[in-house]
């Protein structure tokens, strides 16, 4: 079971938005504003997308947008593509005992 | 571009040993906390371990603690985990990943290497 909750599955067409959620508790996501998003495409590296809550890497698309509110943590994708089809992973940190901690992570399918 | 690449994976049988190695290039190696993460087949992203630039502090998670030990040496600018009394529940892709200044936020991974752990 992991530390962080997220569905199991979202789905939206193209163009439409979607978000995932990524639910902890105040000793990870709640305590910190370093919540991480990662873009996994099966059989490839994953690729950050979003770091401490809201930042984008350079390169990754504005369409990308990342928030926080109490323990949960949420990952925005606007005018979904079809190369978004991916599955998503939140983590954050959780202090020098635990450190770092995954969601289960999310599979879009763009419809 | 930063590079990780990964080797010393493969197939070993339970309560058996490997050695990961991660080669890094192309950014300060000593300034960076490098982390392990693991994918085992059909489940999501699992963080191993960490370990600080200098080599002085060490993270892992619960399941491999007393089984697993991270390490680095900055002059060869790699990355190790040593991989002991190995479990079938072991097996899974992992990877080597680069943390930004802040834990937990890994900026660049490698490719991967598969560890089988089978009878």
């Known amino acids: 079971q992991s530390a962080l909750t997220q569905p199991a599955s979202v789905s939206g067409s193209p163009g439409q938005s979607i978000t995932i959620s990524c639910t902890g508790t105040?000793?990870?996501?709640?305590?910190?504003?370093?919540v991480s998003w990662y873009q996994h495409h099966p059989g490839k590296a994953p690729k950050l997308i979003i770091y401490e809550v809201r930042n984008r890497p350079s390169g990754v698309p504005d369409r990308f947008s990342g928030s926080k509110s109490g323990n949960t943590a949420s990952l925005t994708i606007s005018g979904l593509q079809a190369e978004d089809e991916a599955d998503y992973y939140c983590?954050?940190?959780?202090?020098?005992?635990?450190?770092?901690?995954f969601g289960g992570g999310t599979k879009l399918t763009v419809l | 571009e930063v590079q990780l690449l990964e080797s010393g994976g493969g197939l070993a049988q339970p309560g058996g040993s490997l050695r990961l190695s991660c080669a890094a290039s192309r950014f300060t190696f000593s300034s960076y906390v490098m982390n392990w993460v693991r994918q085992a087949p059909g489940k999501g992203l699992e963080w191993v371990s960490a370990?600080?630039?200098?080599?002085?502090?060490?993270y892992y998670t619960d399941s491999v603690k007393g089984r697993f030990i991270i390490s680095r040496d900055n002059s060869k600018n790699t990355l190790y985990l040593q991989m002991d009394n190995l479990r079938v529940d072991d097996t899974a892709v992992y990877y080597c990943?680069?943390?930004?200044?802040?834990?937990?936020?890994?900026?660049?991974w490698g490719q991967g290497t598969l560890v089988t752990v089978s009878p």
């Open positions: 990943a680069k943390a930004t200044t802040v834990a937990g936020t890994f900026n660049y």
């Open positions: 983590t954050s940190y959780a202090g020098t005992t635990t450190y770092v901690v």
């Open positions: 105040s000793s990870d996501v709640g305590g910190y504003n370093y």
């Open positions: 370990i600080s630039g200098s080599g002085e502090y060490t």
